[in-house]
């Protein structure tokens, strides 16, 4: 309940830059559902014991017909036996799973695969799982003991692989997991052999995730740490206890899922934990002063530091990424030298194909609007004059005059259409007609300028393979005449039809979205676009006919002309301005979205916000089709905590009168701290702008009333918002805080269900 004191309750498939995809659906569904394997056949070799036993009974009892391999030998690969086989198939079957057994060492693959086609038809996973140990120092190991570790590690991995391969290439499905070492990423003494063929089965594995992508085979390597009978006297006996094969087991069928799309990964798990591997490069020193100069053993030493210093340091995922990166650190040391430039295009001549657009940097360019411009785009995004303080965005008179915050687009996407940033990619043809706006971000970082020349930097900071298509994601950098940054955006563009070229799935480089909550929206307005709403917004730069001409949209599949799609991102961001930020543009600081599906001029928007904290969430959807064109979008605002009151107005506030009082009654209520224990801030309007802020601290000592923000650095629990004279009427009873609520006069963040233990301190009637 809120406020009980008062009385109330709560309860372009075709051209350019600017549509609708959503490269990646929402899997908040699937995520809950649990991980079944039914129809899927596994082979796991080495799966008598130990690791391999746990990888069998897990995807036997998730529904999986399993290919139990093992040899049945010691851990030195001695010896051979039926049995550790028939037991875990037995163990499978009297669970009620499907399990046949095989014998055969790994060495003997094309065996262990025809025993899956014989007994079941098909192979969908495989778990290279089959291991042995003969461990000796360095100067000790024999020949023997050197090519035997092979033999069952690298060389049977690759035996098993490459029977099972191209079964999975014909049936366009396929997951692989190769089994490596923490001995092979960091070495081990006494494990030479051991290491080495981990390390190799590294190598084996992102090689067959590379070969394997574009027909759906995924493959990872893992590091398992666990208490089997090979890591017995190796681990310590409260480890060996405590890391049992169970735990391992997940990660192993969570990579073998047809809902994983990773590939090309090195995971390691221990006792129930799970992490990644990455490589890490740094930036180092270019030591040629020149294209055709030497480099001297002395020049390398003293660059060593530089050279081995981590900081700023990248993290390139493929052969492709590490040419491309390097590519652009020649580039940019030559920068630095201030001598003769070596060429993008001719460092990376290697890369073909999407990943040459890694890194691919356009020159700053100019941008120049004024006052006319502001109020184009203003208009463009359905300002109107109807609306409350529209002046300050349509009348360059106005005291108030600004730009709206999403204004910094134009000069974005002014600099990266007008310096080609597609003709500047060496080894990738980008087909235009093909080309689709996936995501948009834009944060500012100070107000943006009236009028003014700006420079913005352009650079492809990642390209992602999505299957059906590539996507391309840049940022750009926009400054002031001072240099000083004004907005950074990030654009996320489908090529359709250009996936499938071997590159990463995920990027660690987008701006992420997040779904709204799983709640009624805080607020909803609705907005109609006007019938020439894009014909006014092509003005802002963007003239792609398919907004416009009826022929060309009809080309591209469309009944008439569509909507761009930075306007109706402009218009939400609007009506968020409006309702969380007073119409104030100083306080939007950043908006994340991603675009789903495509709006007709004259049909109206629906925008549901969800405020938590300093961050609102949005959904945008289209009123006629009930189809959502916005998804996964936010803005950050300003935090109202930190914004300062007036301090020189001498306008006399009514609320003051509230706040006295309540500091009486706190007085003369004892223990009503110790009962509450949540501090509550409220900021206080007058017309519109912050006039004072009050803090009631119930959470220290016997509590406390006084003009401020919270003391010593607290954080409020539950911060409220108002005009001056609604709070007067709220506490006089003459206004309904259900209807304030709902009506956007009292404005609420933080844990609400909190204000129903203000009811003493707050009810109706206080002195005014």
């Known amino acids: 309940m809120l406020f009980p004191w008062a009385g109330g309750g709560v309860g372009d498939a075709v051209v350019a830059v600017h549509h609708h995809l959503c490269a990646d659906d929402s899997e908040a569904g699937r995520m809950t559902a649990p991980l079944r394997f039914d129809g899927r056949v596994a082979i796991v070799t080495g799966a008598g014991g130990g690791l391999g036993r746990a990888y069998a009974l897990m995807f036997g009892s998730r529904g999986a017909k399993v290919v139990v391999n093992d040899l049945g030998g010691d851990t030195k690969g001695q010896g051979k036996s039926s049995s550790a086989a028939d037991k875990v198939v037995e163990e499978i079957r009297s669970a009620g799973g499907t399990a046949v057994a095989n014998y055969d060492s790994v060495e003997d693959g094309a065996n262990i695969v025809k025993t899956a086609l014989d007994n079941f038809g098909r192979v969908d996973i495989l778990v290279n799982n089959a291991g042995i140990l003969r461990d000796r120092s ?24 490459r029977a099972a391969f191209p079964i999975m290439k014909q049936q366009k499905y396929g997951r692989i997991i190769m089994t490596a070492s923490t001995s092979g990423v960091y070495g081990n003494f006494g494990q030479a052999n051991y290491s080495a063929a981990k390390l190799g089965l590294l190598g084996l594995s992102n090689t067959v995730a590379i070969e394997g992508y574009k027909y759906n085979i995924r493959c990872n390597a893992i590091t398992p740490v666990s208490g089997t009978r090979m890591t017995e006297g190796i681990l310590p006996p409260e480890m060996y206890e405590e890391f049992k094969p169970e735990l391992v087991a997940p990660l192993v069928l969570w990579l073998c899922h047809e809902d994983c799309e990773d590939s090309g990964g090195l995971f390691k798990a221990a006792g129930g934990w799970f992490g990644k ?140 259409m007008g310096g080609d940033l597609f003709s500047n990619i060496p080894g990738w043809s980008v087909d235009l007609t093909k080309l689709l706006h996936g995501e948009m971000y834009i944060e500012i970082f100070k107000p943006l300028p009236t009028s003014a020349t700006v420079n913005t930097e352009v650079e492809v900071v990642d390209v992602l393979d999505k299957g ?52 009624k929206p805080d607020a909803t307005e609705e907005v109609k676009t006007g019938i020439d709403q894009a014909a006014l917004y092509r003005l802002n730069g963007d003239r792609n006919p398919l907004h416009i001409d009826p022929s060309f949209a009809a080309m591209g599949g469309f009944s008439q002309p569509i909507l761009h799609g930075l306007c109706f991102y402009g218009i939400t961001a609007r009506i968020i301005m409006k309702n969380f930020c007073g119409n104030d543009a100083r306080l939007f600081k950043a908006m994340k979205t991603r675009f789903v599906k495509p709006v007709i001029p004259g049909q109206t928007l629906v925008v ?26 936010y803005v950050d605002i300003v935090d109202e905590d930190r914004q300062s009151p007036s301090t020189s107005s001498p306008v006399q506030l009514l609320s003051t009168a509230v706040f006295r009082e309540m500091s009486e009654r706190l007085a003369s209520t004892p223990g009503t701290a110790e009962k509450v224990n949540a501090i509550f801030l409220w900021n206080i309007n007058k017309n519109k702008t912050k006039a004072a802020q009050w803090t009631l601290d119930l959470k220290n000592g016997q509590g406390s009333v006084y003009e401020g923000t919270p003391k010593n ?25 259900q209807k304030a609520f709902l009506s956007g006069k009292l404005k609420v963040s933080g844990n609400v269900m909190l204000t129903q233990k203000l009811q003493t301190l707050l009810k109706p009637q206080a002195k005014m």
């Not at 360095?138 to 692989?161: E, P, Q, Y």
């Not at 070229?501 to 987008?510: D, E, I, L, Q």
């Not at 300093?614 to 189809?627: G, L």
């Open 138 to 161: 360095f100067a000790r190991i024999s020949d023997t003991d050197w090519d035997l570790v092979h033999r069952v590690h690298l060389r049977g991995a690759f035996m098993v692989t």
């Open 277 to 416: 591997f990455r490589w890490e490069l740094t930036e180092g020193v270019l030591c040629q002063k020149s294209p055709k100069a030497s480099v001297s053993p002395e020049e390398v030493r003293d660059n060593w530091e530089q050279i081995i210093d981590f900081k700023g340091a990248h993290h390139p995922a493929s052969t492709l990424e590490d040419s491309a990166l390097l590519a652009r650190i020649f580039q940019r040391n030559s920068e630095k030298q201030n001598v003769k430039s070596y060429s993008t295009a001719a460092a990376s001549h290697s890369v073909t194909g999407p990943l040459s657009a890694l890194g691919v940097k356009l020159k700053p360019s100019s941008f120049t609007y004024g006052a006319k411009d502001v109020i184009l785009y203003a208009l463009g995004v359905g300002v109107s004059t109807k609306d409350e303080n529209s002046l300050q965005y349509l009348y360059e008179n106005s005291e108030d005059f600004m730009p709206l915050p999403t204004f910094g687009i134009v000069p974005s996407q002014a600099s990266a």
């Open 468 to 519: 059906s298509g590539a996507v391309l994601i840049y940022d750009t950098l926009t400054k002031d005449e001072k240099g000083e940054p004004i907005c950074r955006a990030q654009w996320s563009l489908f090529i359709v039809g250009d996936g499938n070229f071997g590159g990463p799935r995920k990027s660690s480089k987008a701006v992420p979205l997040y779904d709204a909550p799983q709640r």
């Open 608 to 633: 549901d916000m969800w405020k938590e904290g300093s961050r609102v969430f949005f959904t945008t959807t289209v009123k006629e089709t009930n189809q959502v064109c916005l998804s996964g979008g």
């Open 713 to 737: 650095g607290e954080r409020p629990n539950v911060t409220l918002t108002l005009e001056d004279d609604d709070m007067a009427a709220l506490m006089t009873g003459k206004l309904n805080a």
